[in-house]
């Protein structure tokens, strides 16, 4: 079984040259493709999407970079919102309990999902140069890690796998420069 690689909005497989954007990406599509998941899925859970929530979620999805509480945090304050932590945190709560985002434990900031309506663990690349995160789904990893954690009689709770690297846009063959 081939893996999918969860990036692109117009594809369910995009190929490991493509899960990370270059500057003539178009982020618009992106952001504007995860809010109308977000309502869809929201409807159909009949759960609300708030406001709050909504700016949050906007927010996350601003960028392929992680976010972290407080970044949100001033970005709210400087759309003109006055959120308190508490009320960043329970968005967020909110978000990841409706599989929209993802937290990326190693930096303690959280990144869209790219495909919320499917239940998978979480899987990223993470750019240590640019600080770009993709999104992998493997089934294979999937079933190594659960095959692993049974053999050793070890239950998973959060199955998340965080690589750190550097991505196809920061490697020197694609910069033309030398990294030292």
């Not at 040259?17 to 309502?39: I, L, Y």
């Not at 990144?111 to 089934?139: N, S, T, Y």
């Amino acid at each position: 079984m081939a893996p999918s690689y969860r990036y692109t909005e117009t594809s369910k497989s995009s190929s490991a040259s493509t899960m990370f954007p270059d500057h003539e990406h178009d982020h618009g599509k992106c952001v504007s493709s995860a809010m109308q998941r977000a309502e869809d899925l929201c409807a159909e859970r009949s759960v609300r999407l708030t406001d709050i929530r909504r700016q949050v979620l906007e927010l996350v999805w601003q960028s392929h970079n992680p976010v972290g509480a407080y970044d949100l945090l001033d970005n709210l304050h400087g759309i003109g919102k006055r959120a308190q932590p508490p009320t960043v945190y329970r968005a967020l709560e909110f978000l990841m309990d409706q599989g929209l985002i993802h937290r990326i434990e190693s930096l303690n900031a959280y990144i869209g999902c790219r495909d919320p309506g499917e239940d998978h663990a979480g899987q990223f690349l993470i750019c240590r140069d640019c600080g770009a995160a993709a999104e992998l789904v493997d089934k294979r990893i999937d079933a190594a890690i659960g095959q692993g954690a049974k053999a050793a009689g070890f239950s998973v709770e959060h199955p998340t796998v965080e690589l750190e690297g550097v991505c196809a846009n920061c490697r020197p063959e694609h910069k033309g420069t030398k990294h030292g």
